[in-house]
């Protein structure tokens, strides 16, 4: 639905706005009062994600020369993998550091 409604948009200001979409709903969802607000930051960071994701697998492709298209698309999904794996630890002891 994301990569085909913004057909039209530059695809790194697209990534720029989800990855900030990701980080506010994140935000919002750490300090939501109520938990209607955490359903709805939820699917928010659910529709970030999903949208980075469809637009990040082929971004490869327009960034670097064909011959180096398998490893950069690596590294995309490496960087991504890396950061999940290390983000949610991170955000664990950041978690019982804050209380």
Do not use: E
């Amino acid at each position: 639905m994301i990569t085909v409604s913004a057909a039209r948009v530059d695809r790194r200001v697209l990534l720029a706005v989800l990855t900030g979409l990701m980080a506010v709903a994140n935000l919002v969802s750490a300090i939501a009062p109520n938990f209607t607000v955490v359903l709805v930051a939820r699917l928010a960071i659910g529709v970030s994600v999903g949208g980075f994701w469809a637009i990040a697998g082929g971004l490869a492709v327009r960034l670097v020369q064909n011959r180096h298209v398998a490893r950069a698309t690596a590294v995309i999904f490496g960087g991504v993998s890396t950061a999940s794996v290390v983000g949610i630890p991170a955000g664990t002891l950041i978690g019982d550091f804050g209380g």
